[in-house]
């Protein structure tokens, strides 16, 4: 019997139907040979790395590039989506409750006992540039010249100052970020805030053909474009590593508040933190993991959502989602709440499931082109897809405010705003606002794009508190004490501009053309 390897052809007429070129089973067969081939690869690969590495680093970096060889193997394991969309269950009347029937705490030694249970952790890895800035994106200027992290500094000591307490600051940097950080945290040693940095792991970029590393050596700086921080579902690993995690347990602090540095409503919730720490009569134990939902609007259709899903709570991602159910997962109506990624962990629950080896979160795969046109892939996790792996988890429906992302501009314009007031470190939505939504604000990319550029665009910030919706595209200018009120759209076209003169009232108008103001 004759059979040609790999191709599973045998001779035909001996029991066996033969396998035409290019069947289903002849593809599935080669799948397997080709990604078994990579797993081996892969790992002489980074043995290889390793061996560039000096001997006081060695064994930090070995557990980082174990951490990535267990991402890729589940990336080479991977049969598509994620979740049978046919499995997923209606969440359980118990499983979102909402944040009004949180009760508050009363007196101020219970709040400084409560606080003593507390880590405060920002997730500190991204840069600037997608607003046209250097360095960390949280030291970027986004209220009365102060950074987001001069205003996480701020919440945090008026905090300690307030209730006598010692809510320790943790930065979770990256390689990217972390010496920048390390020099601005220099200017808080006054502040009655113990600030703690650790850096999240650094992964290797993978050819996407070849599926083999970019990087010859496990120097950064010989090829900085060759890694990547891989997203904040590293948190566990790295805090783990760092020795912070051990640090807090032995102090007897119970819960970790986690958010990203750019999310300026993420503050300390008091009331959320009392119903971790005391929980019903009906709670059997604490819950270890709690995720922070709000309800979701048209602008946050692609945001992650709280499913039951196996006999769990669970986040699904867009990129979990069957192309045809798509729709369904955008659609307001069925899926009514997002996640905010503010996350309040159990130490101890953390501690278990890396113990046991149960964390498990679904592999994000980040096609990316580099400089040099090299096409890469570089696989990622995000820290919320974790809730599946701990017990007692539990979501919070809460207000809208503690979910101001600033990712662009148009975020920026709104916070620098009269929409807001400053209070200790904390954005308050003005109660001038007639409304408690915030308005939707679209500025064009070519002019409004970059920080620096956009605020030449403004001689002050305009008044928002009547505006309903903003299109700003173009050659556009605002002069002084300028008021936006209803729907205002402003495009000026190519080779146009359009100056809004000092004072101007605009209320429901359209505003296009060429409109200059000029000298004299």
């Known amino acids: 019997m004759m059979e040609w390897l790999g191709l599973g052809f045998k001779q035909p007429g001996i029991g066996m139907e033969m396998k035409r070129a290019g069947s289903p089973g002849e593809a599935d067969e080669f799948d397997v040979l080709t990604r078994r081939d990579a797993r081996v690869r892969i790992e002489h690969e980074i043995q290889e790395l390793i061996k560039s590495v000096p001997n006081e680093a060695k064994l930090m970096v070995e557990k980082e590039l174990d951490g990535f060889q267990n991402i890729f193997s589940k990336f080479l394991q991977g049969t598509g989506t994620s979740v049978d969309w046919r499995k997923i269950e209606k969440l359980p009347a118990d499983a979102v409750q909402d944040y009004s029937t949180l009760l508050t705490p009363q007196s101020e030694e219970e709040i400084k006992k409560m606080l003593s249970k507390l880590v405060v952790i920002k997730l500190n890895g991204g840069l600037g540039t997608s607003m046209g800035c250097r360095g960390p994106k949280s030291v970027i200027a986004v209220r009365n010249n102060l950074t987001f992290l001069d205003l996480t500094v701020q919440q945090i000591e008026y905090l300690n100052r307030t209730f006598d307490a010692d809510v320790p600051l943790v930065l979770m940097n990256s390689f990217n970020t972390d010496t920048d950080t390390e020099k601005v945290i220099r200017k808080y040693k006054s502040f009655n805030v113990k600030i703690f940095t650790f850096n999240q792991s650094r992964y290797p970029r993978i050819h996407r053909d070849s599926y083999t590393p970019i990087p010859t050596s496990c120097n950064t700086a010989d090829d900085i474009e060759a890694w990547y921080p891989p997203g904040h579902g590293d948190f566990y690993l790295s805090f783990h590593n760092s020795g912070l995690l051990d640090k807090f347990i032995k102090e007897g602090r119970d819960y970790c508040f986690i958010s990203n540095v750019d999310n300026l409503g993420a503050s300390v919730d008091l009331n959320i933190l009392n119903f971790l720490l005391h929980p019903s009569t009906s709670s059997v134990t604490k819950p270890e993991f709690l995720m922070e939902v709000t ?8 945001g992650g959502t709280l499913i039951h899903y196996a006999n769990h709570l669970r986040l699904l991602e867009i990129a979990q989602v069957p192309k045809e159910h798509v729709d369904d997962f955008k659609s307001v109506k069925t899926f009514k709440i997002f996640n905010t990624n503010n996350l309040w ?176």
Not at 295 to 302: L, N
Not at 399 to 411: A, I, M, Q
């Open 295 to 302: 309800d979701k609007t048209k602008a946050d259709v692609k």
């Open 345 to 520: 962990i159990s130490l101890i629950g953390i501690q278990k499931v890396i113990q046991k080896k149960t964390l498990d979160m679904e592999v994000i795969v980040n096609n990316k082109t580099l400089d040099n046109g090299i096409n890469v892939i570089q696989l990622e996790t995000a820290v919320g897809a974790a809730i599946k792996c701990f017990d007692g988890c539990i979501g919070i429906n809460v207000p809208r405010s503690r979910f101001l992302p600033v990712k662009k501009t148009s975020d920026l314009l709104l916070v620098m705003s009269n929409l807001y007031h400053l209070k200790n470190g904390s954005l308050e939505m003005s109660p001038k606002r007639m409304f408690p939504s915030t308005p939707l604000i679209k500025l064009g990319d070519n002019h409004f794009a970059k920080v620096k550029e956009f605020l030449t665009r403004f001689e002050t910030i305009p008044d928002l508190l009547e505006l309903d919706h903003l299109t700003m595209s173009g050659d556009v200018t605002l002069g002084r004490g300028v008021s936006l009120k209803g729907t205002v759209i402003i495009i000026a076209n190519h080779g146009e501009r359009i100056d809004i003169p000092t004072g101007a009232t605009l209320e429901n108008k359209i505003v296009s053309g060429n409109l200059r103001i000029l000298d004299h």
